[in-house]
């Protein structure tokens, strides 16, 4: 069993950056695959990044891509989601999961472990 925590949310105003964090704790996430999805109310969760075990392979949702970028250090048992040039529209409840038996791919269905979430708010 694992759990994640994730921090960094906040209220930022279009075209800033946020920086998101996600520790792990229970179990070290070493050779799981995290992801990062996103939800804001009414609508389904929605993928945002995924990064593999070692952090060499990462992908991306077309909304993000560019702005974005997902790492990992395992050594801190932590995952990361660096934001820029936000948008408005990037406001949701950001939310990171884990999958410890191979990529989990973009879909909420392919990872087993999640954390509480942390608001994420743009004002334009």
């Known amino acids: 069993q694992v759990q994640l925590v994730e921090s960094g949310g906040g209220l930022v105003q279009a075209g800033g950056s946020l920086g998101l964090s996600c520790a792990a704790s229970?179990?070290?996430?070493?050779?799981?695959?995290m992801a990062w999805f996103r939800q804001t109310p009414g609508k389904e969760r929605e993928f945002v990044a995924t990064?593999?075990?070692?952090?060499?392979?990462?992908s991306y949702a077309d909304s993000v891509k560019g702005r974005s970028t997902i790492s990992r250090d395992n050594a801190k048992n932590t995952v990361y989601l660096q934001m820029n040039s936000l948008k408005p529209e990037d406001t949701a409840v950001y939310y990171c999961?884990?999958?410890?038996?191979?990529?989990?791919?973009?879909?909420?269905?392919?990872?087993?472990?999640w954390g509480q979430g942390t608001q994420v708010t743009v004002s334009s």
């Open positions: 990064i593999n075990w070692s952090g060499g392979s990462t």
């Open positions: 229970g179990r070290t996430i070493t050779t799981d695959a």
């Open positions: 999961a884990s999958n410890p038996t191979g990529p989990g791919g973009s879909r909420p269905i392919g990872y087993r472990y």
